[in-house]
């Protein structure tokens, strides 16, 4: 990735015309945005901050269920984006294809209403199921490229596509209505992310994944040269979680983290412990920082939003090797 075109305390940038956005479609998503934007505020930023949410939600709404008329809980976060992490709201009305077949996709091209945003000269987004770890202000001023994303750099480099879940962007009227287009033609199984390769490949510009962009699940896989970047260094994880700026939630098969693993998938699916260099012992370490972000986000889940989001329980139904597994979310 080549370097900055200037440094972020040169006194000359504008920050108005940079914006860290996120979009959030369901009451699950909007708690991990707020999480998001506690860490944003934490650790701080110069960039302004701006959440595209769907414009049937009423931010003054009332629970009137309760003797207090207290807000609903999706108002309470959203008016809490506001008060306590200074984070712009913008109802949209959200994008998405009604033959989508991944339930998990649904709604996601609503992330592509970033590049409507022409108050901004540039937008990063990202997506709200990750942890913010350090400032990331230097990415808004990169070389102009229409976009830029981390690799998805798991199989044959060959076959290595663009991950949108941290999408750096030129909003811009004219690609806007190119996404548009794009979006009422896509297939049954084309996400944001297959569109994003399809019309911007090869003018993509590389964001690379260390450290950008570290996945959860680089801690449950046996090789990481794909991840290091080379074959000097050697993996560890707490080094690598120390130097990462932003880390996503993706473990398939294991849930999303605000629906809680089984027992049975835990078991299953988290790292071994391997041999430790030293004689007799056995290294966790991988394993225990991982089951540790999923503790982590469960505690500050209930820190940050509250009664009403709590993690969701789901009962698992038949075998995880057999095909037919399915899944029941117990609310």
Same mark, same amino acid.
């Given at each position: 990735m080549?370097?900055?075109?200037?440094?972020?305390?040169?006194?000359?940038i504008?920050w108005?015309?940079?914006?860290?956005?996120?979009?959030?479609?369901?009451?699950?998503?909007?708690?991990?945005?707020?999480?998001l934007?506690?860490?944003?505020?934490?650790?701080g930023?110069?960039a302004?901050?701006?959440?595209?949410?769907?414009?049937?939600?009423?931010?003054?709404?009332?629970?009137?269920?309760?003797? !207090?008329?207290?807000?609903?809980?999706?108002?309470?976060?959203?008016?809490?984006?506001?008060?306590?992490?200074?984070?712009?709201?913008?109802p949209?009305?959200?994008?998405h294809q009604?033959?989508?077949?991944?339930?998990?996709?649904?709604?996601?091209?609503?992330k592509?209403?970033?590049?409507?945003?022409?108050?901004?000269?540039?937008?990063?987004?990202l997506d709200?199921?990750?942890?913010?770890?350090?400032?990331?202000?230097?990415?808004?001023?990169?070389?102009?490229?229409?976009v830029?994303?981390?690799?998805?750099?798991?199989?044959?480099?060959?076959?290595w596509?663009?991950?949108?879940?941290?999408?750096?962007?030129?909003?811009?009227?004219?690609?806007?209505?190119?996404?548009?287009?794009?979006?009422?033609?896509?297939?049954?199984?084309?996400?944001?992310?297959?569109?994003?390769?399809?019309i911007?490949?090869?003018?993509?510009?590389?964001?690379?994944?260390?450290?950008?962009?570290?996945?959860?699940?680089?801690?449950?896989?046996?090789?990481?040269?794909?991840?290091?970047?080379?074959?000097?260094?050697?993996?560890?994880?707490?080094?690598?979680?120390?130097?990462?700026?932003?880390?996503?939630? !993706?473990?398939?098969?294991?849930?999303?983290?605000?629906?809680?693993?089984?027992?049975?998938?835990?078991?299953r699916?988290?790292?071994?412990?391997?041999?430790?260099?030293?004689?007799?012992?056995?290294?966790?370490?991988?394993?225990?920082?991982?089951?540790?972000?999923?503790g982590?986000?469960?505690?500050?889940?209930?820190?940050? #939003?509250?009664?009403?989001?709590?993690?969701q329980?789901?009962?698992?139904?038949?075998?995880?090797?057999?095909?037919?597994?399915? #899944?029941?979310?117990?609310?």
């Amino acid at each position: 990735m080549p370097g900055p075109v200037t440094t972020v305390e040169d006194p000359a940038i504008d920050w108005f015309k940079f914006a860290y956005v996120q979009y959030v479609t369901s009451p699950e998503y909007l708690c991990s945005a707020l999480m998001l934007w506690s860490q944003v505020e934490t650790i701080g930023s110069r960039a302004q901050r701006l959440m595209l949410y769907p414009s049937h939600w009423n931010v003054e709404e009332i629970d009137t269920t309760r003797p !207090s008329k207290p807000l609903t809980p999706i108002a309470r976060l959203l008016k809490q984006a506001q008060t306590d992490y200074y984070v712009k709201l913008q109802p949209v009305d959200v994008l998405h294809q009604n033959h989508t077949e991944q339930t998990t996709w649904a709604g996601s091209y609503t992330k592509l209403l970033a590049f409507n945003l022409t108050q901004y000269d540039r937008v990063l987004h990202l997506d709200s199921d990750a942890n913010y770890i350090r400032n990331m202000d230097e990415l808004f001023l990169l070389p102009s490229s229409p976009v830029a994303m981390p690799y998805t750099y798991f199989g044959p480099p060959t076959n290595w596509a663009y991950s949108s879940h941290l999408l750096l962007l030129h909003p811009s009227t004219n690609l806007f209505q190119r996404i548009e287009s794009a979006v009422q033609h896509a297939g049954p199984n084309e996400n944001d992310m297959d569109m994003l390769n399809t019309i911007f490949s090869p003018n993509i510009l590389a964001i690379p994944s260390r450290p950008y962009d570290l996945l959860s699940g680089e801690l449950r896989r046996k090789s990481h040269q794909e991840y290091l970047g080379n074959l000097k260094d050697t993996w560890d994880a707490e080094k690598a979680l120390a130097e990462a700026k932003y880390m996503h939630f !993706s473990d398939w098969p294991i849930p999303k983290p605000w629906i809680q693993a089984t027992k049975e998938e835990l078991n299953r699916y988290m790292s071994d412990c391997v041999a430790s260099e030293w004689f007799g012992a056995t290294d966790c370490r991988d394993r225990t920082i991982w089951l540790g972000l999923y503790g982590m986000f469960a505690r500050r889940r209930k820190e940050v #939003c509250g009664i009403g989001f709590e993690l969701q329980q789901r009962v698992m139904i038949g075998d995880a090797e057999d095909k037919g597994l399915s #899944c029941d979310v117990v609310n």
